[in-house]
């Protein structure tokens, strides 16, 4: 088990090279013309220090969950504090890279046509995002058909319907992501995807917390935590509309709690699980 461990703990410190990497090689190539709106654009400097330390702090929740799952006994990547802990990275990724959109386009020096490519990629990010609390929340569907069917579902059917769940799920929204013809069809398009899924996960993890299932976390604080996160979303979007630094840094720090909220719920045992 300690070499399992030390393999998957440099799987893990490799994808965080990686991903890094990635990133300072794609701001280097762009840093002349977004340090020139970071210098310029009244207000923008410290907004970008925000957004920063939103980053940052979502980064320390990802290592601290991988730590804790790597601590474990036994260590599966079904586990919930590898999921919480992907979803925890996947998130870190987009806000690196929406940081670097949101100076190129609030400064409009980029290609319109690049300005789409990002963002595709963008929300293929959201996409992988969600997929490890979705991957968590369907236990939910176990539990409802084992409650209140006469015939229960046993664990190799459940896991082969949630697989096609998941890939259904992606196949549909890459495919939305590959025809979205525009950057505003592409910012409509997103409440429309982010928002049901993420009203569903919310109502799958309060069912799980209600049945007493899921153990590793609190599932009433994450619930309520993706019913705000919703609420966050919306109220950016409207502080966002401000040109005034003010607003948006209001929104980002609203952001920041949620996510925090999230994180107390991930690694929070419930009460009936102590």
Do not use: H
Request: positive net charge; proline residues 3%; hydrophobic residues 60%.
């Amino acid at each position: 088990m300690d070499e399992k461990k030390r393999k998957f703990r440099v799987y893990l410190i490799i994808i965080v090279i990686i991903t890094l990497l990635s990133y300072a090689i794609l701001y280097a190539l762009f840093w002349d013309l977004l340090s020139g709106v970071l210098l310029t654009l009244e207000g923008i400097l410290m907004g970008f220090f925000v957004i920063l330390s939103k980053i940052c702090i979502l980064a320390l929740m990802s290592f601290y969950i991988f730590r804790r799952w790597l601590k474990q006994d036994a260590i599966y990547t079904s586990d919930a504090y590898f999921l919480f802990g992907s979803f925890f990275w996947i998130l870190t990724s987009g806000k690196i890279l929406d940081l670097f959109w949101n100076i190129g386009f609030i400064g409009s020096i980029l290609d319109m046509n690049f300005f789409l490519f990002l963002l595709k990629i963008r929300f293929a990010i959201v996409i992988l995002t969600i997929v490890p609390i979705l991957f968590v929340g369907l236990e939910a569907i176990l539990t409802f058909v084992n409650l209140y069917k006469k015939k229960e579902m046993n664990k190799q059917q459940f896991n082969k319907i949630r697989k096609e769940i998941i890939i259904i799920y992606i196949i549909v929204i890459a495919i939305l992501i590959a025809i979205a013809p525009s950057v505003p069809f592409m910012n409509i398009m997103l409440p429309f995807i982010s928002f049901p899924m993420f009203l569903f996960i919310a109502i799958m993890f309060l069912y799980m917390y209600r049945n007493k299932y899921l153990s590793q976390a609190n599932g009433l604080i994450i619930g309520l935590s993706f019913f705000l996160l919703i609420v966050a979303s919306i109220v950016r979007s409207v502080l966002s509309l401000s040109l005034e630094a003010l607003p948006v840094i209001s929104a980002e720090i609203i952001d920041i709690g949620v996510y925090i909220l999230m994180f107390i719920g991930f690694i929070t045992k419930p009460g009936y699980a102590k």
